[in-house]
């Protein structure tokens, strides 16, 4: 298991191992020590000066004892001195790799775009083959693995056979996960090539932002409409805990454990803590699952495959139609400060929220979301944690958000995949991980966003939390 | 009155004897701070940022050990100015 974390985002385009950027912070750190040491030597050699010594007839000890003093200033200057400029070198480093990596994947990206807008032009009869092949597969292949392996719906649909080590090898490799990351962001320029529209005309309208991830994934909702599959309903209040005492989560593995991992015996997806603070509005904490049935029609589960889509096509879901309900029986009004937490279909409708400006959001922490391609607002706060070997994360394109605090893994990176999961980067359990890594980090960027998030709610009087669940209404 | 400067003397050593341990002990966080080896680095940079480790490890490591050197001392004063003050 790999225990390395990748930082980028966070409004600088510098990409650094956590390591890079804890070295970066502790060589500053030794650096001020350093520094203040300087000081404390500096007094010491005040109070007793060789002239003193003599006069107070002290053995010449003591006065050698001066000299040391002073090649040890001389050496620890020398050390402050050096630490703070490697500690520059570092993020120099970091923030040059990251500038190379930003301008080298732009330039792929709208090469990728164009080649693909001219291939559908010219050859519009591979349309089916390409959509087959290329980065439609991730999130059709992830709706039938996940269907055979997590869902409750179709279980036989694909059987566990067949999902074969060296199948979810694949899927696992941080290659192939990026080269669908690439992949999915050009499938719109092949489809709007395929359909006629000329090559330049194409390149313009994506650069536009006209067409994008969410048209193809539309395109997609509206093929399954016709077959009578991904149709979206209402949905409605099925049962809520009672608000029972809280307290704010104090560390990022905390915050990824409270995310809902909905049973049979609990079935609620939204957790809500509600923090109350005399004289302030009442702040909320709003945790949403991931995907509970991968079905994609015939449910009443509204964290299905159905609503994955809808949200990948930027439209109202059963998900995001649950969430807003929990919320608004939580009390919850445009505006209340309220911070999203959510894995990987709940990760999705977070940043859905958050994208609406229908809340005040004060945070988004998303871990193992397809979100790359919706746009969370600027202004608020953000954390992404993404595993490179996550098939999931990867049907969401490339990460767009640049001032988001984007934290990468590979969570089996160097180990052996665990028999009969599939995609086991994209389990909660592996993200909880991440998030004790994140909270044992030096790094100064990372510390310094999750210790904004874990002070929300702080110092509020009552905490309690109270959890949902939501289901289809089918017609 | 010379027991008398002899015995100042000594306090004034003793006190710089502590004030060296702690100027030690505060070495040793430093220490702590500093980074080893990384093998986030490839080629030439490897190389470079290892020597910078290596230097910084260096200096670090004269700094401690002329302190210490310098606790030694001062406290070897101390002890013979106590043989003096009897």
């Known amino acids: 298991m790999s225990d390395e974390l990748t930082i980028s985002g966070g409004g600088s385009c510098a990409i650094a191992t956590d390591e890079m950027l804890s070295n970066a912070a502790n060589l500053l750190r030794a650096a001020e020590q350093t520094r203040d040491i300087l000081g404390a030597i500096q007094m010491v050699d005040a109070r007793l ?10 053995p010449t000890a003591a006065a050698i004892a001066e000299t040391d003093l002073d ?9 402050a001195d050096r630490a703070e400029f490697m500690s520059g070198l570092v993020r120099f480093a970091a923030q040059t790799y990251g500038l190379g990596e930003a301008v080298a994947e732009s330039v792929v990206r709208r090469v990728a775009a164009d080649a ?9 009869v591979w349309a089916v083959t390409v959509v087959v092949t290329s980065p439609l597969l991730p999130i059709l292949a992830g709706i039938a693995v996940a269907t055979a392996v997590l869902g409750k719906a179709n279980p036989l649909v694909v059987d566990h056979e067949w999902m074969s080590a060296q199948l979810n090898e694949l899927i696992s490799d941080p290659a192939f996960v990026l080269a669908l990351r690439h992949g999915v962001m050009t ?30 994934a539309g395109l997609i909702q509206g093929a399954g409409g016709i077959a009578g599959v991904l149709k979206e309903t209402p949905v409605t209040l099925k049962h809520t805990t009672e608000p029972e005492p809280v307290t704010a989560a104090q560390s990022v593995e905390e915050r990824v454990k409270r995310i809902p991992q909905p049973t049979d015996a609990h079935p609620e997806q939204v957790r809500i803590e509600k923090y109350e603070t005399p004289g302030e509005p009442d702040q909320f904490e709003v945790y949403i699952s991931g995907t509970v049935d991968f079905a994609v029609s015939d449910t009443t589960e509204s964290f299905d495959g159905t609503s994955n889509l809808s949200l990948a096509a930027a439209r109202p879901s059963g998900s995001i139609a649950a969430v807003a309900a929990a919320m608004r029986e939580a009390g919850i009004t445009s505006n209340s400060p309220v911070t999203f937490t959510g894995h990987s279909q709940g990760a999705a409708a977070a940043a859905r929220l958050a994208e609406s400006g229908e809340y005040n959001t004060a ?19 953000t954390i992404i944690v993404e595993h490179t070997d996550d098939l999931v ?27 009969g999961e599939a995609v086991p980067a994209h389990h909660l359990t592996q993200y909880a991980e991440t998030g004790r890594l994140m909270d044992q980090s030096d790094s100064v960027e990372l510390q310094g966003d999750a210790k904004r998030m874990a002070l929300f709610g702080r110092g509020a009087t009552t905490a309690t939390v109270t959890s949902y669940h939501y289901e289809r209404v089918l017609p | 009155m010379t027991n008398l400067m002899d015995a100042t003397a000594r306090v004034a050593l003793e006190f710089q004897a502590q004030q060296l341990r702690m100027i030690s002990e505060r070495l040793t966080y430093v220490r702590a701070l500093l980074p080893n080896e990384s093998a986030d680095w490839r080629g030439p940079a490897q190389q470079l940022f290892d020597a910078g480790v290596q230097e910084l490890h260096s200096d670090l490591a004269s700094a401690c050990t002329m302190i210490e050197a310098a606790e030694h001392r001062t406290m070897t004063a101390a002890n013979q100015m106590s043989v003096r003050v009897g």
């Open chain 1, 49 to 58: 000066t060789i002239g003193q010594l003599e006069s107070l007839g002290i």
């Open chain 1, 71 to 79: 090649y040890a200033h001389f050496a620890l200057s020398q050390l």
């Open chain 1, 116 to 124: 693909a807008a001219v291939i559908g032009f010219f050859f519009p």
């Open chain 1, 187 to 216: 499938v719109d320029e092949f489809s709007a090539g395929a359909s006629g529209v000329p090559p330049a005309v194409v390149s313009l309208l994506s650069a536009a932002g006209v067409i994008g991830l969410a048209s193809s």
């Open chain 1, 363 to 381: 945070g988004v922490f998303t871990v193992g979301g397809n979100i790359g391609q919706v746009v969370i607002p600027d202004d608020v706060p």
């Open chain 1, 393 to 419: 994360v990867a049907a969401g394109g490339l990460q767009d958000n640049q001032h988001a605090l984007v934290v990468e893994r590979q969570a089996y990176g160097g180990l052996a995949l665990p028999a």
